[in-house]
């Protein structure tokens, strides 16, 4: 395995591009925005620079990650000549559901399809291939160059060579894999996202405020960070997504969305992204400031 392609150049994509091309892979990451593409490339470049001041890497590694490193907005150049494509695109299924239709026509027999989705169906994703066998979940975690483990999700036709291809080349990256069945959510937000509803749910009732539940979370369970610092740095939006996946997979009415979480997206409050969720993020400060909504 020799060339991958990542598809999306957000917090995700960019990450998963700076680990591959890291490890010595040759890396296409497709967008397509140019200006998200270089936006990316500036990112990949400024956290190797971060590495190269802890001591981790040299100069002359930070430089070949990056000769290894292309970016590109034509999908179908870079797929013709693809070993593993591992799509960040969007957490939308229709969104998915088409890069996978167009993939599965561009890419090379050989060439395994893997999602990053954190929650939506690899199943449903590979349905719409002719090569089901070769579609399987690589749901990296964020920050990607930092956090080890890999979720691997199989999807119901996933072969045992693509699953066992797959975890080889995590261990390869210096990640912990860890092999999954494919249901809502899998394990990571089937457990965290109903975590941080709970938490919304009980700010909506009153019982305490966002300080006072995150410092119970963070020094009472020893959370590095609490669930509503969590969801900020996640997207509100992309939680609220996965709760609606949870919910409709299951019909159970614990994954049912906490109306506040509902508008405060509604309103356009995403956390970090926007600048503001259940915290301020625009204060220029690395001090956790509660949002003024939320104030006492």
């Known amino acids: ?17 700076h680990v591959f091309a890291q490890t010595g892979f040759k890396v296409t990451l497709v967008d397509i925005s140019e200006a998200s593409l270089v936006k990316a490339v500036a990112t990949i470049t400024s956290n190797l620079d971060r590495q190269i001041k802890k001591g981790t890497i040299t100069e002359e590694e930070k430089n070949a990650t990056l000769g290894r490193l292309q ?25 998915k559901l088409e890069l ?17 989705t954190s929650s939506i169906s690899i199943t449903k994703i590979a349905s719409v291939t002719k090569r089901p066998a070769q579609v399987i979940g690589m749901h990296f975690m ?16 996933t072969s045992d060579e693509v699953a066992n291809t797959v975890h080889a080349l995590s261990l390869k990256l210096g990640k912990t894999p860890t092999v999954v ?27 305490a405020g966002v300080e006072e539940i995150d410092t119970v979370m963070k020094l009472g ?51 970090v992204k926007s600048g503001q969720g259940f915290y301020d993020w625009t204060s220029g400060t690395k001090e956790l400031i509660v949002a003024p909504q939320f104030k006492k």
């Open 1 to 17: 395995m020799e060339h991958i392609v990542v598809i999306g150049s957000g917090t995700m994509g960019n990450g998963i591009a």
């Open 71 to 95: 970016a590109s907005a034509n999908l179908s150049e870079a797929a013709t000549t693809a070993d593993l494509v591992v799509e960040a695109a969007t957490e939308n299924l229709d969104i």
């Open 100 to 116: 996978f239709r167009q993939l599965d026509v561009l890419c090379p027999a050989h060439t395994i399809l893997s999602s990053n």
């Open 142 to 157: 964020n920050p990607v160059p930092v956090m080890k483990l890999v979720e691997i999700i199989r999807g119901y036709a």
């Open 181 to 207: 069945n494919d249901y809502a959510g899998f394990v990571s937000n089937r457990i965290l996202m109903p975590m941080i509803n709970e938490a919304i749910i009980t700010l909506f009732e009153g019982v």
């Open 221 to 271: 369970m020893a959370h590095p960070m609490g669930p509503l610092q969590l969801a900020d740095f996640i997207g509100l939006d992309v939680c609220l997504s996965i709760l609606h996946v949870l919910h409709d997979g299951f019909g159970n009415p614990k994954y049912y969305p906490c109306p506040l979480l509902t508008n405060m997206v509604t309103a356009g409050y995403k956390g």
